[in-house]
């Protein structure tokens, strides 16, 4: 395998997973069984079959034998909205995961403050609790916060751009709220 190879730590494969775009539901059934070396293994075969919507590299090779690669969705069913106006009231869904914590990412909001936005996003704290016991840093903690919201867990009853961005403020970063706008439109073409 190319990544034992390349020295990959195969205690990693949980990093890696959410790296190539799989959600931490499919990682947490992953972990249920085997080892490491199995649960990359998993997490590898997932990823080329598609699950989670991710995207899947591919390369082609023209005739003059030069190669390009480019991504194609594993599933036509994400939709991003290329419309010009949103208004922010677009309901989002867990296929919109990785589209939300890159927007949270660009407009730097601090992923130490996940408990916050989770309960400002209408998640409760024994939720918040599981999540943070779950292991891993503040971006993982996130990233499962994020997914619970947007599989409107708990007391969530709004998935919402504007959700999103009046829970960022009401964690006190007035700032990064203000750039999810811009990240969006620069990003994604939606313009609240």
């Known amino acids: 395998m190319v990544l034992n190879k390349a020295l990959f730590a195969p205690t990693k494969w949980d990093d890696l997973g959410l790296k190539l775009g799989l959600l931490m539901t499919r990682l947490n059934v992953i972990a249920e069984s085997g080892d490491s070396f199995k649960h990359l293994k998993k997490t590898i075969e997932a990823w080329l079959m598609g699950a989670d919507n991710v995207k899947i590299p591919t390369a082609t090779v023209s005739s003059n034998g030069s190669s ?16 010009n106006t949103d208004n922010g009231k677009r309901s989002l869904d867990i296929e919109n995961v990785e589209m939300v ?74 700032a990064a709220a203000e750039r999810i706008p811009k990240k969006l439109k620069t990003l994604y073409n939606i313009t609240l």
Request: hydrophobic share 35%; glycine share 12%.
């Open 68 to 83: 390009r690669s480019t991504t194609t969705s594993s599933a036509s069913r994400q939709t991003v909205s290329t419309s």
């Open 101 to 174: 914590t890159k927007v949270l990412n660009k407009a730097l909001f601090g992923a130490t403050k996940w408990v916050d936005l989770g309960l400002k996003l209408g998640l409760l704290m024994p939720r918040l609790n599981v999540i943070g016991e779950g292991g891993g840093d503040a971006y993982k903690h996130l990233r499962r916060t994020i997914e619970a919201w947007l599989e409107g867990e708990d007391n969530v009853t709004s998935r919402t751009w504007q959700t999103l961005i009046d829970a960022v403020e009401g964690t006190g970063d007035r």
